[in-house]
């Protein structure tokens, strides 16, 4: 009876959620410590095993915007930590973005090989979306985040937990990568 009693007892406890710890890093320190920054669209996503040992969500970003690191492309890869496979197997990190075909994403991103990294899961990745008039806003989504600030964190954190007009946001990171932004391809007119 008590062997019965103790197995129900841990089936009912609710599991506690998790959270991944990252280091909140200023827009400053996010913009030196990026190999990229980029604007996009995501238009193919894929999981797979990666080393025979981890599932990893690749995604394809095609590129609207580049902020730093202009490179001769427009396309990039990202691969963040989980996603479920074809046969049902998944697995989850609190804290990584999860990526859909169609998300807008503003990506503070590192290189590794071939595909880029997004510096801090969730926190290195923005989200942008639009209003009913057309006009965009980006703020960061940091669900399953836990954050930390270390002594070595120079300038003030923006959180961006309350949308901010994408516009004022890019002027605002133009500014601290000393390179100028070229328009979103669809605020270009006439192309």
Do not use: C
């Not at 997004?118 to 989200?127: A, K």
């Not at 669900?143 to 002594?151: F, N, P, Q, V």
């Amino acid at each position: 009876m008590f062997k019965w009693l103790s197995v129900f007892v841990l089936l009912a406890i609710p599991t506690v959620a998790h959270a991944s710890s990252v280091v909140a890093l200023s827009e400053q320190d996010l913009v030196s410590r990026s190999d990229v920054i980029v604007m996009g669209s995501v238009v193919h996503t894929a999981v797979g095993v990666k080393g025979g040992k981890e599932i990893v969500t690749r995604a394809v970003l095609q590129i609207n915007q580049h902020l730093l690191g202009a490179e001769a492309t427009r396309f990039v890869t990202l691969e963040v930590p989980g996603g479920e496979l074809p046969n049902g197997l998944k697995a989850v990190t609190s804290g990584a973005p999860r990526l859909a075909v169609g998300d807008i994403v503003l990506g503070y991103l590192e290189r590794h090989g071939d595909v880029f990294w997004p510096l801090g899961l969730s926190y290195g990745l923005l989200r942008v979306r639009l209003n009913e008039k057309g006009e965009a806003f980006v703020f960061r989504q940091m669900d399953g985040l836990y954050l930390t600030r270390t002594s070595q964190t120079s300038g003030k954190i923006n959180l961006l937990q309350t949308p901010e007009p994408l516009k004022e946001y890019v002027k605002r990171i133009e500014i601290l990568t000393g390179q100028p932004v070229l328009p979103w391809s669809s605020e270009v007119q006439g192309w």
